[in-house]
């Protein structure tokens, strides 16, 4: 785990993604001033969505005029997702009934922002744009905008369905324990973590099997399996709850399998006694078969 100085790239995404979220002041600003009772009215009230455009146009201004290049870019990727968790924070501690979505709305922010941030700490050689993961594939994003399409669709034809507190609530905290498990899975392999399979060992690339390791052999594969499926039991998303998982189950499958025979080319006898002793931690991926 790194323990020096945040890099310059890491240290402008915290700046603009807390510029991002003080979207959330202007509604308790006019909180104060007695103008809105509810912070969703500020939302569905024509001068509070005045005020947030005005506010959004504003920040974006000032990034700016601060950052150029390559700076720029990576200030307002941070700041949209900082704007979009404010958004989230707002719609969740309103009295509405997107409550729910606002959950969603926070958590995959938070997601792909400290997919940022954490790579910036662990490993910032590999530091780049693609570390938010917003491009990740087609797949991933016609799966985000079919997950959107199903709430809308099922909140306007049965909203009761949409209202299943407890279901939500388990929802949100697989969320969390997905979420908390990759990202400690990155912190324990630190620099031996990358976003992009590694084919040829790097000199410094050691095995790790202490920390949430020593319990599964693709923690941060275990936590992202359950942060996806979670975030469509969130939404009370049957359709997509469905389609996440066999889709997320078929992805790691085939990934870890991939993942071991580099492991294996890397780690020779060291990784096959470690995967005897340590499953992987998905259900029924049992990864590379070795004779
Ligand atoms: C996206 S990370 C995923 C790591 C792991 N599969 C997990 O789920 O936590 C992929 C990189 O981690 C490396 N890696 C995977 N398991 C490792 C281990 N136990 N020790 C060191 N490197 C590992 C692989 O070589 C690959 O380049």
Redesign the pocket.
């Known amino acids: 785990m790194a323990g020096s100085k945040l890099v310059l790239e890491g240290r402008v995404s915290v700046k603009s993604f807390i510029l991002g979220l003080s979207v959330v002041i202007i509604p308790l600003i006019r909180t104060c001033f007695g103008h809105i009772d509810w912070v969703f009215d500020y939302l569905t009230d024509i001068p509070g969505k005045i005020a947030i455009c005005l506010h959004i146009a504003v920040i974006n201004g000032l990034l700016l005029t601060i950052y150029r290049g390559a700076l720029y870019k990576v200030a307002v990727r941070a700041c949209f997702l900082g704007v979009i968790f404010g958004c989230g924070l707002m719609i969740s501690l309103s009295d509405t009934t997107w409550t729910y979505f606002g959950w969603y709305m926070c958590s995959l922010s938070f997601f792909h922002y400290s997919e940022y941030l954490v790579t910036a700490i662990i490993n910032p050689r590999t530091l780049s744009l693609d570390s938010f993961l917003l491009n990740h594939s087609m797949e991933y994003t016609l799966a985000a905008v079919s997950s959107w399409v199903e709430f809308t669709v099922e909140k306007l034809t049965v909203p009761e369905l949409k209202q299943l507190r407890w279901l939500s609530v388990l929802g949100l905290v697989m969320v969390l324990c997905g979420e908390g498990l990759r990202k400690a899975?990155m912190l324990t392999?630190g620099s031996?973590?990358?976003?992009i399979?590694?084919n040829e060992k790097a000199r410094s690339?050691?095995?790790?099997?202490d920390g949430v390791?020593s319990y599964f052999?693709?923690?941060?594969?275990v936590g992202w399996f359950y942060w996806s499926t979670g975030t469509q039991v969130l939404l009370c998303n049957p359709l997509c709850t469905l389609a996440y998982t066999i889709a997320s189950w078929r992805f790691f499958r085939e990934r870890i399998e991939e993942?071991e025979l580099?492991?294996i080319h890397f780690f020779a006898e060291d990784y096959i006694e470690y995967k005897k002793k340590v499953p992987t931690g998905l259900p029924f991926i049992s990864g590379i078969r070795v004779n």
């Open positions: 899975a392999a031996n973590f990358n976003h399979v590694q690339h050691v095995l790790v099997t390791y052999r693709h923690p941060s594969y993942e580099s492991l």
